[in-house]
């Protein structure tokens, strides 16, 4: 599934989908809205009509009902793919995923794993309304028992995505919503490993470390940068949990200074985790405190305001020059 300008995201994460269902009987899709119609964001076109209804089910709104089903499901030895159609939709399911989702595989003492992979398109930047906009990586980050990835290229949305489904320990795949129509030329074949950052752009002089949507602004501040004579490294995490500590640290032990990215408010967030990992392993290469980039600590505003909110190239920049250069 590609266009002239390439693969998109969408069309990606569509191919994961199919590949899974074609190579693995157990797995089975359930969700709002993602047979006939595909899913709001046509992740699933075509899936209903090609596997049947039994295998891409359409489910009443009631996203609890939704996790509990795929709970079940999987205790009889399916493998449920999950598609939340919102990020802030996905709430009224927290309890089943804390409670459930998350201890099964430690309460059995391992007996009984819970491979359910649960698709959350999140994030800003498309315009959305007030519960279509949130980043709440922070919340499942920070629930033991849970993997937490998120895409920020064509390829990895294939590849994390087949490597979600595929593992035996639930996965929250978070899936950026302004990234689902970025394009690119792929092969739909590798599977990419859950746990390990990747190095998207080299540098010299201070790292960025960022994920999801944060990625192409990180890319764009970069290039600024070294129009302006700094050269920035910029590390795409790609899994948050669990978290590539050896990557990200021999980044930041490469340059002495940092800077991390991500959409969602700063205070409590995937952020502060990150720099006090960085701070711990790497105290005596830094020149500079680890500073963050992050979205405003405030409900994520109405559409016309939401480019104040989001981080874009402007702030980050501001951050580097805070990075103690006369030093």
């Known amino acids: 599934m590609s266009g002239a300008g390439g693969t998109t995201m969408v069309q990606a994460l569509n191919t994961a989908l199919r590949d899974a269902l074609r190579e693995d009987p157990d797995v089975h899709l359930l969700g709002e809205d993602i047979g006939a119609l595909g899913g709001v964001f046509r992740v699933t076109d075509g899936l209903a009509a090609e596997f049947g209804t039994q295998r891409c089910l359409d489910t009443p709104l009631a996203e609890a009902g939704i996790l509990g089903t795929a709970v079940g499901m999987a205790m009889y030895g399916l493998r449920p793919v999950v598609e939340m159609q919102f990020d802030a939709f996905a709430y009224p399911a927290f309890e089943q995923l804390a409670s459930h989702v998350a201890k099964m595989r430690n309460r059995t003492a391992g007996r009984l794993p819970l491979p359910v992979t649960i698709r959350i398109p999140y994030g800003g930047g498309i315009g959305g309304v007030e519960h279509h906009s949130d980043s709440s990586e922070a919340y499942y980050a920070h629930t033991p028992g849970l993997h937490v990835v998120t895409p920020a290229t064509v390829a990895d949305g294939y590849g994390l995505l087949r490597a979600a489904i595929a593992s035996d320990d639930p996965v929250v795949f978070l899936e950026p919503k302004r990234l689902y129509w970025s394009s ?117 505003p109405a559409p016309l305001l939401e480019h104040h909110y989001l981080p874009g190239v402007d702030r980050i920049l501001d951050a580097v020059a805070r990075l103690q250069w006369e030093q």
């Open 184 to 300: 690119e030329r792929f092969p739909p074949t590798a599977v990419a490993p859950i746990g390990q950052a990747v190095v998207r752009r080299p540098g010299t002089d201070a790292t960025l470390l960022t994920y999801g949507p944060s990625l192409p602004v990180c890319l764009r501040a970069a290039e600024a940068a070294s129009a302006e004579g700094l050269e920035l490294a910029v590390v795409d995490l790609r899994s948050l949990v669990p978290f590539d500590d050896e990557t990200v640290c021999a980044a930041v032990r490469a340059t002495g200074r940092a800077v991390v990215v991500h959409e969602s408010v700063g205070f409590a967030g995937m952020g502060a985790e990150i720099a006090a990992r960085v701070t711990e392993r790497c105290f005596h290469h830094l020149a500079a405190p680890v500073l963050r980039v992050t979205g405003l600590d405030i409900p994520y």
